[in-house]
């Protein structure tokens, strides 16, 4: 299947720091997104990746894609304790209907004060 | 900031009865989805709804399940005799263009 898959499966750091999250997928996909999600509520869409495009950077997020490797990283910088969540990243799949997407199992962030 | 509603946030049910989850979906948004997460498990694609037809749906989105958009706002996910595996937390989401999608807070939906 497309599924993404998220490593690692949890962080702990200090604020101030970088994390650094991966993803893994399988087949080719039009974009990959990151989606985050605060305990016991929805999804918030951070970021989308075009397959055509290497980075992107929005405030505090920069995110890769590597197509020849099926994969991505999320990078939050200087980060703060606001940042705790679990973070998924999300694939479509070429050959599915616009809007389903392909979640990882996700990256539990914990950002100590 | 335009956002998704559902409502219940939580649903209690017998094995075998019928439940109704409802959504909000932003406004202007066209596409209409409905995913779920089992606890502990990955989230899931049920069903994608544009142009007041079913898109595309998985294969969890058996007979047992329906949507519909009755009044031109709301968007629902009828299960029709809820089993205990149907327990998980159940998201809307809706999309200007398909790819960028706002989800709700879910309704979690535990069967008894």
């Known amino acids: 299947s497309q599924q993404g898959e998220e490593d690692p499966q949890a962080l702990s750091i200090q604020e101030g720091e970088n994390a650094t999250m991966n993803c893994s997928y399988k087949t080719s996909i039009n974009n990959l997104q990151w989606y985050r999600q605060n305990s016991g509520r929805g999804l918030v869409h951070l970021i989308l990746?075009?397959?055509?495009?290497r980075e992107k950077h929005s405030g505090r997020l920069r995110v890769t894609l590597d197509t020849s490797k099926k994969s991505s990283s999320l990078l939050i910088t200087a980060s703060r304790a606001a940042d705790t969540a679990s973070y998924f990243c999300?694939?479509?799949?070429?050959?599915?209907?616009?809007?389903?997407?392909?979640f990882g199992r996700g990256t539990q962030l914990t950002v100590w004060p | 900031e335009p956002e998704v509603t559902q409502t219940p946030s939580h649903q209690v049910t017998q094995m075998g009865q019928e439940v109704i989850l409802r959504c909000v979906p932003i406004?202007?948004?066209?596409?209409f989805y409905w995913y779920r997460q089992i606890l502990g498990q990955k989230v899931e694609f049920l069903v994608s709804?544009?142009?007041?037809?079913?898109?595309?749906k998985s294969e969890i989105f058996d007979d047992q399940f329906s949507v519909e958009r009755p009044d031109g706002s709301n968007f629902t996910l009828k299960i029709r005799s809820t089993k205990l595996e149907d327990s998980a937390m159940y998201f809307c989401?809706?999309?200007?263009?398909?790819?960028?999608?706002?989800f709700g807070s879910g309704t979690q939906l535990s069967v008894l």
């Open positions: 999300a694939t479509d799949d070429r050959g599915s209907t616009l809007g389903r997407l392909y």
């Open positions: 709804f544009y142009n007041n037809e079913i898109s595309e």
């Open positions: 406004s202007n948004h066209l596409y």
């Open positions: 990746i075009r397959s055509n495009e």
């Open positions: 989401a809706s999309s200007g263009d398909g790819e960028k999608l706002f």
